[in-house]
């Protein structure tokens, strides 16, 4: 779009169309980079051809190229494996512009037609090069008026960062991001499992925006390990409390204010202060003080802190209110502490809620201040970095690991801790969620729900089963929150079955370590006994791509324990001389997409322990059309997707004339995700038949062209 401002200047953004996107971000550049909307309003349009009236000659300023080289510089370079595929056309340009010294003179900017589209001469070398500087919704430029000349200005975005990280990338394209990100950390030395965290913490809103899980990313790429899964989980958990810097000069340089690290060459910074006296930096040492349980405010606390202290020290102690209310009255059972003693450092985790006894305070080795300890790692107090050593006010000091994350990206760099020392995601955010929130959410009618939820209720094991693109991982996670009754992540687990996948990793099995093998606990394993611990709670294990994984082979002996009436009976375990059992309060829900040809039939034994709900477009269904009409506000629109996906699928599932069946229908969830911001109805509509549903046709008739190309062309129709 282009449009004058109020300062008299004409001011253009780069399309931000799904086939733009995916030209920018994949490789290679789009034509229409150089085309330019001037609206749909007659007024508009009118002044962008009154402005443009009066040029005669037009440049591009050669100064303000070269100072957005700079910051592209940095900005592709911390980002070089999203932007791989765009490299060469910007190195191109960037030797192109580096050794011009002087204006560029270019043909004018001009209109093609009374559309009211302006576009740049696209086989003058200037624009070639000045296309390769042009990246969507990170770059813009402005064209100043001199009189009758006119100078044409390239510019970074304000908010180039956030655009970045609104991608949307498909599937594939991620995981090359994955393989490449991993390769080059091993390259430097550094460990799979600690790069997952950065990955994690770098690709959080990237990865979200695809609605790509994590276990199907880390399944298909070079690097499948249950352990990375978890990795790169743990990044994203605290990647929202972690801002991404390109240039250091972006940081403040008070360390009081602004904890400042590098690592893997980037530079992050947390948000809110972090080292300053209101957060959680605790001092030991308050025996003094009595109990303090009872106290219910600051300004009690206070008073209290001034009888024991009268001066702002005691014996070397920096006493400070804010820091010991932290601890008493605002970290829970589950926050992480660090210990130092001033030689060793300790994490561990708050196991109980404060109160007073003399004979559990600091000298006891299970307690911190009145508050038990669960210890999990010990270190040398050198392995602290600097600046947490810094802060610490005395020898014996603790601290919150939820205010500072950045410590476990520290220590996990270095390996001093390690992902399997017990060091969890932090305290989840649980909202409430009902059965009325499915119904919104889920285009299911409410006689389906009840039936799936009594078969789930009765069975214990069910099956969603149904075309690709139906919903069944988003019904799944949504099935199991209405029936808990709030979003409780850790009442839920998902995986991903594979070819590869093993009892050693479903179950337990021995895994290599430094010193030979190590028996380790498979993810049911652990999953059931978290959920045997709480008998009060609901558990949902859910399992994608169900059948493609060996299930006799994973499931082993507990192919028995499963079924719903063997429940809370034990049953010896092939590698370790235990009782175990599946508990009452775990439900199992498995996934299976009825198009793929490659998948074996399920293992009857198996198969009978389930039961299998069918789950179907949603395209005739009136809680659809409601979705759809809340952000696509065109009616033709709305009923060429319902209309012309309902006659796609009806020919699809007739098998005498297809050749495919019902099982290979198309979903709705392909039309769920709105517009981009500039993306009109249209382009929106035509860009997923494009580049989503065209591709799926070609490979369901890969043998019968015809068929594909008629159906397409149904599609794409005006």
Same mark, same amino acid.
């Given at each position: 779009?282009?449009?004058?401002?109020?300062?008299?200047?004409?001011?253009?953004?780069?399309?931000?169309?799904?086939?733009?996107?995916?030209?920018?971000?994949?490789?290679?550049?789009?034509?229409?980079?150089?085309?330019?909307?001037?609206?749909?309003?007659?007024?508009? =349009?009118?002044?962008?051809?009154? @402005? $443009?009236?009066?040029?005669?000659?037009?440049?591009?300023?050669?100064?303000?190229?070269?100072?957005?080289?700079?910051?592209?510089?940095?900005?592709l370079d911390s980002y070089i494996h999203l932007f791989k595929g765009t490299m060469y056309d910007y190195k191109k340009a960037r030797n192109y512009f580096a050794y011009k010294h002087t204006d560029i003179e270019i043909d004018k900017f001009s209109t093609t037609g009374e559309r009211g589209y302006y576009t740049f001469n696209n086989k003058d070398d200037a624009i070639v090069a000045f296309k390769g500087l042009l990246f969507t919704k990170i770059t813009n430029f402005e064209i100043i008026r001199d009189d009758t000349t006119y100078y044409v200005k390239i510019k970074i975005s304000d908010n180039w960062k956030q655009e970045i990280m609104k991608v949307k990338m498909l599937k594939n394209d991620l995981i090359s991001v994955f393989n490449n990100f991993m390769y080059t950390a091993k390259s430097q030395g550094k460990s799979e499992k600690n790069a997952a965290v950065i990955f994690g913490v770098k690709y959080c809103s990237i990865i979200k925006n695809s609605s790509i899980v994590i276990e199907e990313l880390i399944a298909d790429s070079k690097y499948f390990s249950p352990d990375l899964v978890k990795a790169v989980k743990f990044g994203m958990s605290i990647s929202a409390d972690i801002i991404w810097e390109t240039q250091s000069n972006d940081c403040e340089s008070n360390k009081y204010d602004i904890?400042?690290? !590098?690592?893997?060459?980037?530079?992050?910074?947390?948000?809110? !202060?972090?080292?300053?006296?209101?957060?959680?930096?605790?001092?030991?040492?308050? /025996?003094?003080?009595?109990?303090?349980?009872s106290i219910q405010d600051k300004s009690d606390l206070s008073d209290l802190h001034e009888n024991c202290y009268p001066s702002k020290t005691k014996n070397g102690r920096a006493q400070d209110v804010s820091q010991i209310w932290? @601890?008493?009255?605002?970290?829970?059972?589950?926050?992480?502490?660090?210990?130092?003693?001033?030689?060793?450092?300790?994490?561990?985790k708050i196991v109980s809620n404060y109160y007073f006894d003399e004979t559990n305070g600091d000298q006891h080795p299970g307690y911190v201040n009145n508050r038990k300890v669960e210890w999990l790692k010990s270190f040398a107090y050198s392995d602290l970095?600097?600046?947490?050593?810094?802060?610490?006010?005395?020898?014996?000091?603790? @601290?919150?690991?939820?205010?500072?994350?950045?410590?476990?990206?520290?220590?996990?760099? =270095?390996?001093?801790?390690?992902?399997?020392?017990?060091?969890?995601?932090?305290?989840?955010?649980?909202v409430e969620y009902t059965k009325e929130d499915f119904l919104v959410d889920v285009f299911m009618t409410n006689e389906e729900y009840d039936s799936l939820y009594n078969l789930l209720k009765y069975k214990r094991n069910v099956i969603l089963q149904g075309a690709p693109g139906v919903g069944k991982t988003y019904l799944a996670k949504k099935l199991a929150y209405s029936i808990i009754g709030c979003t409780s992540a850790s009442q839920v687990e998902m995986i991903q079955f594979h070819q590869n996948y093993s009892y050693e990793d479903f179950i337990m099995g021995y895994k290599p370590n430094e010193n030979g093998f190590e028996l380790k606990d498979g993810v049911f394993y652990k999953f059931c006994k978290r959920a045997a611990e709480e008998p009060d709670k609901e558990f949902f294990f859910i399992v994608d791509e169900i059948n493609r994984g060996n299930l006799s082979k994973i499931f082993g002996e507990l192919m028995m324990l499963i079924e719903g009436d063997k429940r809370g009976k034990a049953i010896k375990l092939?590698? =370790?001389?235990?009782?175990?059992?599946?508990?009452?309060?775990?439900?199992?829900?498995?996934? $299976?997409?009825?198009?793929?040809? /490659?998948?074996?039939?399920?293992?009857?034994?198996?198969?009978?322990? @389930?039961?299998?709900?069918?789950?179907?477009?949603?395209f005739k269904k009136e809680a659809f059309r409601r979705h759809l009409e809340s952000f696509i506000h065109n009616g033709l629109i709305v009923n060429k997707v319902i209309n012309r996906l309902s006659d796609l699928n009806? =020919?699809?599932?007739d098998e005498n004339t297809s050749g495919l069946g019902?099982?290979?229908?198309?979903?709705?969830?392909?039309?769920c995700v709105e517009p981009v911001e500039g993306q009109s109805e249209n382009d929106w509509y035509k860009s997923i038949i494009k580049f989503e549903i065209c591709p799926l046709l070609d490979e369901y008739w890969w043998d019968d062209k015809s068929k594909a190309d008629n159906c397409k062309k149904e599609l794409l129709k005006d």
């Open positions: 779009m282009i449009k004058i401002t109020n300062d008299g200047i004409l001011l253009a953004d780069i399309p931000r169309s799904d086939a733009v996107v995916s030209c920018q971000y994949r490789g290679g550049k789009d034509s229409c980079t150089c085309s330019y909307y001037a609206g749909d309003d007659p007024y508009s =349009k009118a002044k962008v051809k009154q @402005f $443009m009236a009066n040029c005669k000659k037009m440049y591009i300023d050669i100064e303000s190229i070269h100072e957005v080289i700079k910051q592209l510089d940095s900005i904890l400042e690290r !590098n690592i893997y060459g980037i530079h992050i910074k947390l948000k809110n !202060n972090a080292l300053s006296l209101d957060n959680p930096h605790i001092c030991i040492g308050w /025996s003094e003080m009595g109990d303090l349980s932290t @601890f008493v009255k605002a970290m829970a059972i589950g926050d992480y502490v660090v210990y130092g003693d001033g030689k060793n450092a300790h994490i561990g970095p600097k600046e947490f050593k810094n802060s610490l006010c005395s020898s014996r000091s603790i @601290f919150s690991l939820n205010v500072y994350k950045s410590l476990i990206l520290e220590l996990l760099e =270095k390996g001093v801790v390690d992902m399997d020392d017990g060091i969890e995601v932090t305290q989840e955010e649980t092939a590698y =370790k001389d235990e009782e175990f059992f599946v508990p009452e309060n775990v439900y199992l829900i498995g996934m $299976m997409n009825t198009a793929d040809r /490659s998948l074996a039939m399920m293992d009857y034994a198996l198969r009978r322990r @389930f039961s299998f709900f069918e789950v179907e477009p949603a009806d =020919k699809i599932a019902k099982g290979f229908c198309i979903g709705h969830s392909y039309f």
